[in-house]
């Protein structure tokens, strides 16, 4: 018993470590990026470079806040609507329109 009691003190550390390194991350991200993140990453990927969905590294270049923010909230070529919605939707369609 007491064996493995030492052989968990490392995991406690090693998990420690791991949630203040995600932390950290976080609190360096933006209201806008963290909303993204939240719901948009898992299909125009992590870094904007696209997935299931477009890419968006340089959308800004293609569409201004206003269509941005028309797709967010009508969906378009597959992308549901509203998944992100209200004042959330507008700071996101405007963090992306500064994409260029």
């Given amino acids: 018993m007491y064996k493995k009691a030492l052989l968990s003190i490392p995991l406690i550390f090693l998990l420690a470590a791991c949630s203040s390194d995600e932390e950290t991350n976080t609190?360096?991200?933006?209201?806008?990026?963290?909303?993204?993140?939240?719901?948009?990453?898992?299909?125009?990927?992590k870094t904007l470079e696209g997935?299931?969905?477009?890419e968006l590294v340089n959308i800004g270049t293609k569409l201004?806040?206003?269509?941005?923010?028309?797709?967010?909230?009508?969906?378009?070529?597959g992308m549901p609507a509203g998944i992100v919605k209200g004042e959330e939707a507008e700071k996101v369609a405007g963090w992306l329109s500064e994409k260029k």
């Fill in 27 to 45: 609190a360096n991200v933006s209201e806008e990026e963290r909303i993204y993140q939240n719901n948009c990453a898992s299909c125009h990927g």
């Fill in 64 to 77: 201004s806040k206003d269509e941005i923010l028309e797709v967010i909230n009508k969906g378009a070529n």
């Fill in 51 to 54: 997935f299931a969905g477009p």
